[in-house]
């Protein structure tokens, strides 16, 4: 990393602020493509430019963009990294330009991990998803003001609810067709699909949401889903493990999936009840369900290999 010119970039909605070194001044971009592009031809005259920035839900998506088309590496990082590491610092004062700064420094000591650019097939897919996700939840929120609105609204909470089955049907056609339309994609959905409980939901969450699947060890599978549990021990004192972090819309996905495995899985639901004489509370016999069903998907996609009772007892 010491060989790369580390740019710090805090982006906003109108602005972005890049600093090339934590003592150097702050340079305040329009966040626009003219804005954009004026950055990148001032990273030509560094020496291996890499951008270090936070994830800032949509706001950042032309900038990184760009630089993946401009041959620019550069990692995103989780905001909360960044502010606990500042606090580290003791830097507890926060502008766009002290964020910048702060950012720079994260990159030069820390060193993150380089983010590896989506194609525009992985973007298309996880913009599908998040939006059935999106009306999937209004429809289950519809679905409950019809219980206790005033009767004669009701007609028209129900043309909202049939309006939006259909929106979410007509996404879900699209989902398979791009899912299908990519040999990487439908190899690996129809490994997953031949697990018990798992379902098309989770399947294209998985791909959409999860790309490193079958890539990474299983425990930094856990990790990034949220999914594994950490100490919390100090001295004689042996706390609860718990989990915490990591990407919500997925586990929310596996969730619903191990509940359903859980029912007709018979490695998952022997496991379940297994936890439960060992006198496991239900809470923490779900999650721990969760973290062995996504073991063996990670296993599988690794192996390449689809559901077998027997070699899933020990993935």
Known sequence: MSAQAVVG???????????ITDASKPTTYANSKRGITSFIKSLQLLVAPFVVMEATGSYQRTLTRMLAAAGVT???????????????GNILAKTDRIDARVITLYGERMGPRVTIPPTEAAIRLKALVGRRRTLVDFAADEKKRAKT???FLRDDIQEMI???QQ??????????????????????????DTVPGVGKVLISTLLAALP?????PHKQIAALVGVAPYNDDSGQHVGD??????RA??????????????????????????LKDRGKKSKVAIVACMHKLLRILNAMLRDNEPWQTESTQTA
């Open 249 to 274: 819309h997925v586990r929310a996905a596996l969730y619903m999936a191990t509940i359903s495995a859980i029912r007709c899985n018979p490695v998952i639901k022997a496991y379940y009840h297994q």
């Open 167 to 192: 929106k979410i049907a007509a996404l879900d056609r699209q989902i398979k067709q791009l899912v299908q339309g990519c040999e990487s994609w439908a190899a690996q959905a129809q490994l997953l």
């Open 212 to 216: 490193e699947l079958g890539l990474l």
């Open 241 to 246: 493990r718990r989990c915490w972090g990591g």
């Open 9 to 19: 970039v805090d982006v906003a909605k109108r602005t972005f602020d890049a600093c």
């Open 74 to 88: 550069y990692s995103v990082v989780n905001p909360r990294t960044i502010r606990h590491f500042a606090k580290a």
């Open 149 to 151: 609105i005033e009767p």
């Open 162 to 164: 049939a309006s939006l």
